[in-house]
């Protein structure tokens, strides 16, 4: 810390940017790191890929072999595939829209821009991780929607 006070905040940080990694430690032990965005990134990217494989092999490590069919699955949930199809077919996202135009239209216009945000750069928006790795989602209004694409 003593040398990271002394060269003030700019020359860490011009350093980390030019894509040195910067390691800060506090009495001998590391307390944080200072890295390229696009380096912070690909860790995120290479975690979730970890996890991904390490579902797969918990997964493969526990299959017997058992398949089911899905119209049984569907029917043991207590519904039918031909219900599920038409409620795919109803534009659940239309849906929406209308019920939250008759609530807040502010939420919709809001919605609408961040999903022309979305068109423009598919990148657009903080990546998901654990059961959702690769898909990302923007927030829109106060924190109580969200908008979540792969």
Request: glycine share 10%; aromatic share 2%.
């Amino acid at each position: 810390m003593t040398d990271a006070s002394a060269r003030g905040v700019s020359g860490p940080l011009r350093d980390a940017g030019g894509g040195n990694d910067i390691i800060v430690e506090r009495h001998g032990r590391a307390v944080v790191a200072v890295v390229r965005m696009d380096r912070l990134a690909g860790i995120a990217n290479l975690e979730a890929g970890l996890r991904s494989a390490a579902l797969v092999l918990a997964r493969a490590a526990n299959d017997d072999g058992t398949r089911f069919d899905l119209d049984d699955v569907i029917a043991a949930l207590g519904s039918v595939r031909a219900r599920l199809e038409a409620e795919l077919d109803a534009e659940p996202a239309v849906e929406d829209l209308r019920r939250l135009l008759a609530g807040d239209p502010q939420v919709v216009r809001n919605a609408l821009e961040r999903m022309l945000t979305i068109e423009r750069a598919h990148e657009a928006g903080e990546p998901r991780l654990g059961s959702l790795v690769g898909w990302r989602n923007l927030v829109v209004g106060d924190n109580h929607w969200r908008i979540v694409w792969r």
